[in-house]
């Protein structure tokens, strides 16, 4: 089995990027959990934009060139459905998988990104027209309340990340009571009791060690040992 490569990416800023860097990551780690592979390196991509220059999309493209491994991402979001992109790693000649339709192969995906972008520039154009006509009309553009209205997406996000985490408390209390077992063996005894994941996935060493961090700070923040 190839060597896999993440690469990951958010246009957000503060807490709102953590969650969606770490939602892509509890993705393909339930992904590679399932398949016993193996995460080599994961890369990080910041900016957003028709002028990326997705600095970390070559690094990562190259890495996978030099390891031979393959890349893989966390769902067929935004960032993906771009056809730069897209053809940026169809011309590197890597293999790659999405974590969230790992069943479709390389050309079905490059339709659906083809018709993905026509779409969006359809959107778009019918969304200029739109606030034109608005502006023509005399009224007012834009949302004043975007940011409250971001801020309180990240706060439900977070509450219900936090939510799930309190669930498992108990399961994690009861399989590794002193904390001393291996990431992968407790994964191993969750699978087997069928505790569940956030994402209905299997668990893995990656994604209960991020739950064990989740966890103590929840404790931390209730003042518990």
């Known amino acids: 089995m190839p060597?896999?490569?993440?690469?990951?990416?958010?246009?957000?800023?503060?807490?709102?990027?953590?969650?969606?860097l770490e939602a892509q990551q509890e993705a393909v780690d339930e992904y590679l959990g399932r398949i016993r592979g193996e995460l080599g390196r994961k890369f990080i991509e910041a900016e957003s934009g028709d002028d990326i220059e997705r600095a970390e999309?070559?690094?990562?493209?190259?890495?996978?060139?030099?390891?031979?491994a393959m890349l893989i991402v966390a769902r067929l979001d935004q960032r993906i459905r771009d056809v730069g992109l897209f053809a940026a790693v169809l011309a590197s000649g890597t293999d790659f998988l999405i974590a969230?339709?790992?069943?479709?192969?390389?050309?079905?995906?490059?339709?659906?990104?083809?018709?993905?972008?026509?779409?969006?520039?359809v959107i778009s154009q019918a969304t200029r027209q739109?606030?034109?006509?608005?502006?023509?009309?005399?009224?007012?553009?834009?949302?004043?309340?975007?940011?409250a209205q971001q801020a309180k997406a990240v706060a439900a996000a977070?509450?219900?990340?936090?939510?799930?985490a309190r669930k498992r408390i108990a399961d994690f209390k009861?399989?590794?009571?002193?904390?001393?077992?291996?990431?992968?063996?407790?994964?191993e005894i969750l699978i087997a009791s069928e505790v569940p994941t956030a994402r209905g996935g299997q668990w893995s060493a990656k994604s209960v060690a991020s739950m064990r961090r989740r966890?103590?700070?929840?404790?931390a923040q209730d003042g518990s040992p």
């Open 215 to 219: 966890i103590r700070k929840l404790l």
């Open 3 to 20: 060597q896999f490569v993440a690469y990951f990416g958010s246009s957000a800023t503060g807490r709102q990027r953590e969650l969606e």
């Open 174 to 187: 009861t399989h590794d009571p002193d904390g001393r077992l291996s990431a992968t063996r407790l994964a």
């Open 158 to 164: 977070r509450h219900k990340s936090d939510a799930f």
């Open 100 to 121: 969230d339709l790992p069943k479709i192969g390389q050309p079905p995906i490059h339709v659906i990104v083809a018709t993905a972008e026509y779409g969006r520039e």
């Open 130 to 147: 739109g606030l034109q006509r608005a502006k023509a009309a005399g009224k007012t553009l834009g949302n004043p309340n975007v940011k």
């Open 57 to 68: 999309l070559k690094r990562a493209l190259k890495y996978c060139r030099v390891a031979q």
